[in-house]
């Protein structure tokens, strides 16, 4: 744990078979952690600071109310700071709800291997990879910003957003924590505009009107369209009807209801479906995910040859046919093993060697020359450097050039 101070945390016995954090506070599911050198990951949350750190047998806690000190200002301006209700710390319950823990993950990874082989053998090297529980509202603007993206730029993007439009909850190390703004907070006049002056690009458009349309709906309509199996925190449970190969009839309509909103494809309504409202069975696919179908389930051939509307519904119910109701977790931990960040890489050696001969004269100041042949003797050596699953860097590839020369002289009178 190196120099964090254990006394000042609380603690929740859990493997990293069943949970890894950094796995999967960085796959892509949500993009405002971040991660301290000292390996703790903090996130403004339900008008606190949360703050996670992990060892092979616990997770590692900590709850920071928002701070009452008057803080440095944020541009265009920032909410006033939140309060927190009197009363017991539910940070424990949050937690769990947020991250999921009651699936029992071993299981869930055995039954997917049972009736998948591919999954079976790349599967064991990414446990703990768990579907968040996450805001809605929070997974449909990340997800909007991921069209053709990348994850670190989505991180840049929300983080921008959050530090002009959020709440500022407080300091932590002398870094700001902002929650996520609501929508009436970027429906405004003026946001399009700023959101392109910080980068957003076309993005900025379907964000602020996304924001408007949701703004003007019934207040939680957007909850409205979660499962009722995963509740929003302190919600009660209720059933999500009859199970269909194709989903449950409240995932269809949840699908279609935010295909109606500004930046929102097939893609982003599974994701938002899946990370944000809690449909086990969303699969998004991307071209990411359509290249795994065509590696390792055979499409891309026939009338699938390509990723049209057709197709991407055939993947989606190829995988809820193997894996079932929890069809898009399986799918993520598949997706995730994919990813450059995350592969397992053995170290790689290739060497080759060159020879050529190089012939040249060379003149002497005592007069005469001298004619030189020069084998020079190359070996270039590609070396791919092993990577471990935790650490935040891709594949590293070292071209190493060693060049020897050998040579033999024939004295020659000018």
């Not at 910003?145 to 991180?155: D, F, G, Q």
């Not at 040859?305 to 989606?316: E, M, N, P, R």
Request: glycine residues 8%; hydrophobic residues 35%; neutral net charge.
């Amino acid at each position: 744990m190196g120099a964090l101070n254990l006394a000042e945390w609380q603690k929740l016995p859990i493997t990293l078979t069943e949970l890894c954090i950094n796995t999967t506070l960085r796959c892509g599911q949500s993009f405002r952690w971040r991660k301290a050198d000292t390996g703790v990951w903090s996130l403004a949350l339900q008008n606190r600071i949360i703050s996670l750190h992990q060892d092979p047998q616990y997770l590692y806690y900590r709850s920071i109310p928002p701070s009452t000190l008057l803080s440095p200002p944020t541009p265009p301006a920032s909410h006033p700071p939140s309060v927190l209700e009197d009363g017991p710390d539910d940070t424990l319950e949050l937690l769990k709800h947020y991250l999921n823990v009651e699936p029992d993950l071993s299981k869930l990874y055995a039954q997917w291997s049972a009736s998948d082989a591919n999954f079976a053998r790349r599967a064991p090297d990414f446990t703990g990879i768990r579907i968040l529980r996450q805001p809605a509202w929070e997974a449909l603007v990340g997800f909007i910003c991921s069209s053709n993206n990348n994850i670190s730029r989505i991180s840049q993007m929300i983080h921008k957003l959050c530090s002009n439009y959020g709440p500022l909850l407080g300091y932590l190390e002398e870094v700001a924590y902002h929650d996520i703004p609501e929508p009436r907070a970027l429906a405004g006049p003026g946001v399009e505009g700023k959101l392109r002056e910080l980068g957003f690009g076309y993005r900025a458009r379907y964000i602020a009107e996304t924001a408007r349309m949701v703004a003007e709906k019934p207040e939680g309509w957007l909850d409205s369209l979660r499962n009722p199996e995963a509740p929003v925190f302190g919600g009660k449970m209720g059933s999500a009807g009859k199970w269909s190969p194709s989903g449950r009839e409240g995932y269809r309509e949840a699908h279609e209801e935010l295909l109606t909103l500004q930046g929102v494809g097939p893609k982003v309504a599974d994701c938002v479906c899946l990370m944000g409202l809690g449909w086990g069975e969303a699969v998004p696919v991307d071209t990411h995910v359509w290249q795994i179908a065509q590696r390792d389930y055979k499409f891309g051939k026939g009338k699938h040859a390509s990723l049209t509307k057709a197709t991407y519904d055939a993947v989606g119910d190829k995988f809820r046919s193997l894996w079932g109701q929890e069809a898009g977790w399986a799918h993520s931990v598949l997706f995730t093993a994919d990813l450059r960040a995350f592969s397992e890489r053995l170290v790689a050696k290739k060497e080759e060697v060159k020879e050529e001969v190089v012939v040249k004269t060379e003149d002497h100041a005592e007069g005469g020359a001298e004619i030189v042949a020069e084998v020079v003797e190359r070996k270039v050596k590609v070396v791919k450097r092993e990577i471990k699953r935790e650490a935040e860097v891709d594949e590293a590839t070292l071209v190493l050039l060693e060049e020897s020369k050998r040579r033999s002289k024939r004295r020659r009178q000018a």
